[in-house]
């Protein structure tokens, strides 16, 4: 009795030993390597029972993504693994580039044949890596730094997507978008980024200067206009206003002057009315 569960323990143990699990997200593929490859099928997520000399090469249909980073802490390598781009201004500049991709099901037997029995994390640190470094250099030879690092950036991922998915999809491998990120320029670069930045700010600012001069100036101009409208006015204003005030002041005397009677009316049939101012203003009468 003893023994049966001995045997019994030791065959749920090697069981046990021998399943391989595909995860979720994946397919597998049965590989003997007395038989090769087993083509009848692809298996599903779920645990299998590898016999002896089997294995499962698990192929990813859900989408990954590989991020190819000078940051040591991310990316696939954890290590600096950033792409170099040449320009074409010669400029040698390394960019992170990450691409998103997948193994469609129906192509996991056409990677299987080009890739043989490596691991999909090889695959994607080696050999997709190595068709991003040929297509971006393709890619970048398109355009110079500053446009590859900054307006032009996005043209040259979907550039260098169209350019990838041509290249692997005969591979097997789906590329469903390819990403140019952060850049990291050399010191050279840098400065002579900075002096670009620095000569454009310095005529912006000398722009700036010219055009609050001659806004100053015309503020000037219309500044003594209007005073000089102003002083017209009111000096035209007082003179009218003196004349009627010497008016007032001749009729006031007049009307001191007057003796209550009335100036004699000299005239007759056809003839003009003459008045003598002088009685109006208090003289005699003749």
Do not use: C
């Not at 193994?103 to 056409?110: R, T």
């Not at 100053?216 to 009218?240: D, K, P």
């Not at 007049?254 to 049939?269: F, V």
Request: proline fraction near 3%.
């Amino acid at each position: 009795m003893l023994i049966l569960f001995v045997v019994a323990l030791i065959g749920w143990t090697y069981y046990r030993l021998n399943l391989q699990w595909i995860p979720a997200g994946y397919v597998g593929i049965r590989f003997n390597a007395r038989s090769g490859a087993d083509r009848t099928r692809l298996y599903q997520p779920q645990a299998y029972f590898t016999g002896p000399f089997e294995q499962f090469y698990l192929y990813p249909t859900r989408i990954q993504n590989a991020v190819y980073t000078q940051d040591p802490t991310a990316g696939e390598a954890k290590s600096a693994d950033g792409i170099l781009v040449t320009t074409n201004d010669t400029a040698n500049t390394t960019f992170d580039v990450s691409v998103i991709y997948r193994i469609d099901k129906e192509n996991v037997f056409k990677a299987f044949d080009t890739f043989g029995p490596i691991p999909i994390e090889t695959i994607q640190s080696q050999h997709i890596r190595r068709a991003v470094r040929e297509e971006s250099s393709v890619v970048g030879n398109q355009y110079d730094v500053y446009a590859l690092m900054g307006p032009k950036r996005v043209d040259a991922s979907q550039m260098l997507t169209e350019r990838l998915r041509g290249k692997l999809a005969p591979k097997g491998i789906t590329i469903i978008q390819a990403m140019i990120l952060n850049a990291y320029p050399s010191q050279d670069l840098v400065t002579k980024i900075h002096n670009n930045v620095n000569s454009v700010t310095g005529v912006q600012i000398a722009t700036l200067n010219q055009q609050i001069a001659t806004t100053q100036n015309l503020i000037n101009i219309v500044n003594a206009q209007a005073t000089q409208e102003a002083q017209r006015i009111t000096g035209s204003g007082t003179v009218a206003k003196s004349l009627d005030i010497i008016d007032l002041e001749l009729a006031e005397e007049a009307a001191k002057k007057w003796n209550g009677s009335l100036t004699k009316i000299q005239g007759g049939g056809n003839k003009s009315v003459i008045v003598d101012a002088a009685g109006l203003l208090g003289g005699n009468n003749k």
